[in-house]
């Protein structure tokens, strides 16, 4: 499917909001690829620069390798040893053609190889170089080692999931990865704005755990408030009851009731009218306080009936509920076929082999469709030094190396 013309491409099909910018990607495993890939479904021209032989390190996490292909469609992957004079060169080379720079190595690390912003600024100085990292640039945590898990625990939220008596529990998935990832892009679009009215460019610091405390704005507020943390309390929502998970006779749905018109749609279930008449329900703040009661009268009601029969009494009375979907029920779900909310890539490149991956919540906005499947490890060498040098070029370096 690799099908994408160059920078230069005049195709008047239709190329994705970001059509004509160019990000050099220096990232691997997952925030930086995730947000570098989702520019290059906005139409961004996405140059993944990998070491030689090895590449990003998520090509060998697996089989399936499905944090490799899940986040590195409609990008260019070519080999470039930054440890190399020739590899610096070439990024160098690179960065005098593009707007943007994604890397998300350890704080320190781009400058002890040269390629840090402030030297990246005097060859290009409207560049936006983006670095994103566990711990942000600065701050007494700034150079530990951080990955997903790491921040998934010192950010409070593995605290507040799980089951009230049971382990803290993270994420069923890698949530400090993908909103580090998005806040880098939406820092980037801003700082592209901004460009448009000064000329200069501008250095991003991402941390994940700043991302990752927008998540929690609720439970740090009511904290910071009251003097009070909130406890675990699984699937429930601690501020309202009920509002949870229900085992019916056949499997798990989720319903909530968050205001008095819900409450009263509610018991107008012939099974809960009961309910209608115990003074300690009657309001909002009694059916939280007393919650625990009011479940077990619930519970027990729900557990007589399949989930279906309970499903389509609480549509009927207008009340939020879905069932609790496998992963097989949710990738043939007809609402989420008909909506396009998964695409297809090939990978390995050339091999035949098709998976399915989410797709692009932005496509209205993005270029149609995925341009590029993910690439082989220097898949397009050769291409992009082509497009450097010229034509018949392989290795030969241009300029003064100003590292």
Excluded at 197 to 223: C, F, H, P, S, W
């Amino acid at each position: 499917m690799d099908t994408v013309n160059s920078h230069e491409d005049t195709n008047t099909e239709r190329k994705g909001a970001l059509a004509g910018i160019r990000v050099i990607d220096v990232s691997r495993a997952l925030a930086g690829p995730y947000s570098t890939m989702l520019m290059g479904d906005l139409g961004a021209d996405i140059i993944k620069l990998e070491m030689p032989g090895t590449g990003d390190e998520s090509r060998y996490w697996g089989p399936p390798f499905a944090t490799y292909m899940s986040s590195n469609r409609n990008k260019r992957s070519i080999e470039a040893d930054l440890h190399t004079a020739e590899g610096r060169q070439i990024f160098f080379d690179l960065v005098r053609t593009a707007d943007i720079v994604v890397e998300n190595f350890r704080p320190g690390t781009m400058k002890r190889f040269g390629l840090d912003y402030e030297t990246v600024a005097k060859i290009k100085p409207d560049i936006i170089y983006c670095s994103i990292s566990a711990y942000g640039q600065t701050g007494p945590m700034a150079h530990r080692p951080g990955i997903d898990l790491m921040v998934q625990a010192v950010s409070g939220l593995m605290s507040q999931t799980g089951e009230k008596d049971g382990r803290a529990m993270k994420a069923g998935g890698p949530v400090a990865d993908i909103v580090g990832g998005f806040s880098a892009v939406v820092s980037i679009m801003a700082s592209l704005m901004e460009r448009r009215e000064t000329g200069k460019g501008r250095y991003i610091d991402i941390a994940m755990l700043d991302a990752l405390m927008m998540v929690l704005n609720q439970q740090i507020v009511t904290y910071t408030a009251t003097g009070k943390p909130y406890q675990r309390v699984g699937n429930a929502h601690p501020l309202m009851a009920p509002y949870e998970s229900f085992p019916a006779s056949d499997r798990e749905f989720v319903m909530a009731v968050t205001n008095e018109k819900a409450w009263k749609a509610f018991v107008s279930i012939p099974e809960f009218a009961f309910l209608d008449d115990i003074p300690e329900f009657k309001k909002q703040i009694d059916r939280n306080i007393n919650r625990v009661k009011m479940l077990e009268m619930i519970y027990a009601v729900f557990r007589q009936k399949p989930a279906e029969h309970w499903l389509a009494e609480l549509d009927k009375r207008g009340i939020p509920s879905e069932p609790i979907l496998t992963l097989p029920e949710v990738v043939t779900m007809p609402h989420i076929l008909e909506r396009g909310s998964l695409m297809e890539i090939e990978y390995p490149p050339g091999s035949g082999s098709r998976v399915t991956i989410p797709g692009m919540p932005w496509k209205d906005v993005a270029a149609p469709g995925v341009r590029r499947d993910p690439p082989g490890l220097g898949q397009h060498t050769q291409e992009v030094l082509e497009e450097l040098y010229g034509p018949g070029h392989s290795a030969k370096l241009s300029g003064h190396n100003p590292a």
